[in-house]
């Protein structure tokens, strides 16, 4: 009952991000495997995820900056961890979809 409850939701976010992020824009989501939020990388974000994650908190949506989730790497160089951000999609329909819609115009200004 649950499992079928949040692909669902999964899937309404994946198509979402599609529409709303042109093609040119190079975005990879994370194959989602039943967590609750999506993990998306920006290849060539020319911010890091942290600068993002701060224009998208002044608009009242909280993500998650990927370089958190690569502890021991504060001094490497490798481009992806500043790149991705990971967004849930485990609240109110309209609430992500509205996130979704902040996210996506924020990206495709910054592109």
Known sequence: ????????????????????????????IHKPEGALFLWLWFEGLPISSLELYQRLKKKG????????????????????????IRVTYAQDDEVVERGISLIAEEIRRIF
């Open 1 to 28: 009952m649950v499992k079928p409850f949040y692909q669902q939701k999964s899937a309404r976010a994946v198509a979402q991000l599609r529409r709303e992020i042109r093609a040119e824009i190079p975005m990879r």
């Open 61 to 84: 949506v909280l993500v998650v900056s990927g370089h958190y989730f690569f502890p021991g790497m504060e001094q490497d160089d490798w481009a992806h961890k500043e790149q991705c």
